[in-house]
């Protein structure tokens, strides 16, 4: 490999792994928002599901260990350290592998994801309060009013609530109510809002609680959720497809580079 060649190859690496220096604090943060997250479909399936929790954590553990790496690859190349580079293969082809079976994983337990965050959904509307004081019922008012959706499937499933069920107004969750364009959708309305009986709905006056009645969204989140991920589908496929082009990559650069150096010189690694 002739030196120019070789300064190309540890000037790329130089920048790959800073790429990688910066997407492992991107996943790290991410890792750290779904703990911290109390107001998204994140919140509602947390308060229930373990599984996310610890894939949290794995997030956490994957871009603390690509930070490493990236720092690791970074020295290695720019001062052709061996040794660093061979650490920074073996971490790079650890991620890559993780990161493929995550996927698979992913793609196989889509349909009980789905599950456990409908029965989660459908466990908070039965149980849903007047008071909404619950930090569950205040993630899912905010998805609801965020999203423009009502209920998990639709708006029926609010039919299950009991206190819906029992009420002779017309009541309805506040935070499903359809909210015109100019008005604030910063604010989201929690418990149950009330139509006045002297009302007339549908041509008629009210008697009872009939969902048909309720001022809300008829969209149910579900469907909303889907329709998002099949527009942003092609969005997400292209930056998993761009980062493992970049990881794979990396791992042919420090091949190249490894193979080059025959042998290291340790007073060029910085000494802190």
């Known amino acids: ?60 553990g994957v871009g603390a260990v690509t930070m490493v790496m990236g720092f690791l690859g970074c020295i290695g190349a720019v001062n052709e350290v061996r040794c660093l580079l061979g650490l920074y293969f073996v971490f790079l082809l650890l991620i890559l592998i993780a990161q493929v079976t995550v996927g698979v ?17 459908m466990d908070i509307i039965k149980s849903y309060t007047a008071n909404a004081t619950s930090s569950r019922e205040e993630a899912w008012d905010y998805v609801q009013a965020q999203v423009k959706c009502c209920g998990w499937v639709s708006y029926d499933n609010w039919t299950e609530n009991e206190g819906l069920k029992n009420s002779t107004k017309t009541t309805y969750p506040c935070s499903c109510e359809k909210i015109k364009e100019e008005d ?14 002297g009302t007339v709905v549908n041509n008629s006056t009210v008697v009872e609680n009939n969902p048909d009645d309720w001022p809300v969204y008829r969209e149910g989140c579900m469907e909303k ?9 092609g969005i997400l496929l292209g930056v998993c497809a761009g980062v493992a082009v970049i990881e794979l990559l990396g791992l042919l650069l420090s091949i190249c580079l490894c193979r080059y150096i025959h042998s290291e010189d340790y007073s060029k690694v910085p000494k802190y």
């Open 1 to 60: 490999m002739g030196a120019g060649c070789v300064k190309v190859t540890k000037y790329f690496l130089f920048l790959f792994n800073l790429l990688f220096f910066i997407l492992g604090a991107v996943i790290l943060g991410f890792g750290v928002w779904i703990l911290a997250d109390k107001n998204s479909f994140i919140s509602v399936l947390q308060t229930s599901s373990s599984s996310l929790q610890a894939g949290a954590y794995v997030f956490i």
């Open 105 to 121: 994983l992913f793609y196989f337990n889509a349909d009980k994801l789905k599950q456990e965050m409908g029965s989660t959904v």
């Open 184 to 197: 604030n959708q910063l604010i989201v309305k929690k418990g149950f809002c009330e139509v006045d009986n």
């Open 225 to 233: 959720a889907q329709a998002w991920l099949q527009e942003n589908f």
